[in-house]
């Protein structure tokens, strides 16, 4: 009889398949708590907050482990076009999370550390991500794995220009240095997002797309127009300063452009989720990709409230503020499944198999 496993080898096996974007986890939890802080719930905001600092310090601590005990493991996702792209997740959830920290009174030291940290893995990533999971040794053509992970990497370029927009008006003595790196951002991401657009739109007109494709991820494309809006508005808001006074006009633009077609998404992208579990009945469990949902809507109720303040557009910013309140309920739903699938898959002490008597009498 087989001996189960043990808890130290299931928590091993699952670092082991620990999937690269997991810190949407943290991304998610982070706009959430932000909307929450907008609409006046500081408790809730509070208590998110919280969740989305532990979160990142585990899942860093995880992905350290990964890297010494499965290196091969992670080299595998790096060189996967399917995968690699959820590595840019660190940055967008450093950066959310850096950004709810800023608004705390007295922390605005350790918004700017995690900055530092999430512009340096935004541009080590930025080269060697596509590098790798791109133009390095491959089987297949890269176009034929282009998913909704792949926004990924507009979302992160994004994140810092929010950050770096929210720390301008405070840290005077910066404020050059961040309003160049706020605009620089916002505009690397813009055209990644209208690239990697292009590159996901011919995966799909040319390759055969079955219903098992169309995963949770794809609801980036939605999230990373609506981190786009945030940073327009928090670009628009930025004092003073050459490189803002030259684009202020450019990105309001923008803004509400990006706002208009991430809105336009959103029923395409309930339909194309009906079209997967309800037309062609693929179950819907808990994947950590579920995140890719959580973390749109939540950027879609800020980036609209934020939009609506700025342009003085009241209608948008309830929709915002509508929209933040669903973002929280499918939060909560979603962490508590996590909670659920960890405790069923990893945590919960293995079942010894019971011999069968009958199975074991000798035949006669």
């Known amino acids: 009889m087989s001996t189960p496993p043990s808890l130290s080898d299931r928590l091993d096996k699952a670092v082991e398949g620990l999937t690269p974007g997991y810190f949407a986890l943290v991304m998610a939890t982070g706009i959430v708590s932000v909307g929450m802080r907008t609409d006046d719930w500081a408790a809730v905001s509070l208590l998110l907050l919280v969740i989305a600092g532990a979160a990142y310090v585990l899942l860093l601590v995880l992905n350290a482990i990964r890297i010494v005990r499965h290196w091969s493991a992670m080299a595998e996702d790096f060189a996967d076009p399917a995968r690699a792209f959820g590595f840019f997740t660190f940055v967008a959830a450093t950066c959310v999370l850096g950004s709810r920290i800023s608004e705390e009174d007295g922390f605005h030291g ?22 790798t999971a791109v133009l390095g040794d491959r089987k297949n ?6 998913n909704g992970t792949w926004f990924i990497w507009a ?4 994140s810092i220009a929010v950050l770096a927009a929210t720390l301008e008006v405070e840290l005077t003595q910066w404020r050059g240095l961040l309003a160049l790196l706020a ?10 997002y209208c690239a990697v657009g292009v590159f996901v739109g011919v995966r799909m007109l040319t390759v055969p797309f079955r219903p098992a494709d169309l995963t949770p991820p794809y609801w980036v494309a939605m999230g990373a127009t609506a981190i ?5 508005a928090r670009i628009v808001e930025m004092a003073n300063a050459p490189m803002v006074d030259a684009t202020r006009g450019l990105i309001a633009g923008a803004a509400v452009f990006f706002w208009a077609f991430g809105t336009w998404l959103i029923p395409p992208l309930i339909m194309a989720g009906w079209w997967r579990h309800v037309r062609h009945r693929i179950p819907f469990r808990y994947e950590a990709t579920l995140w890719s949902i959580i973390f749109p809507l939540g950027m879609y109720g800020v980036g609209s409230q934020f939009l609506g303040d700025v342009d003085h557009l009241p ?12 973002a929280l ?35 006669r």
Not at 141 to 146: E, L
Not at 155 to 158: D, G, I, L
Request: charge should be neutral; avoid cysteine.
């Open 228 to 232: 786009t809006v945030v940073a327009g």
């Open 183 to 192: 605009v620089f951002s916002w505009s690397v991401g813009t055209f990644l």
């Open 110 to 131: 350790v918004a700017v550390a995690l900055l530092a940290v999430a512009s340096v893995a935004w541009i080590v990533l930025g080269y060697t991500v596509p590098w």
């Open 141 to 146: 053509a890269p176009i034929t794995t282009a």
């Open 315 to 326: 209608i948008v910013h309830a929709i915002g503020y509508g929209e933040s309140w669903v």
């Open 329 to 363: 309920a499918a939060w909560t739903g979603t962490f508590i499944w996590m909670l659920v699938n960890l405790w069923r898959t990893v945590l919960r002490p293995a079942r010894v198999p019971t011999p069968d008597p009958d199975a074991a009498a000798p035949a």
């Open 155 to 158: 979302v992160a370029s994004q």
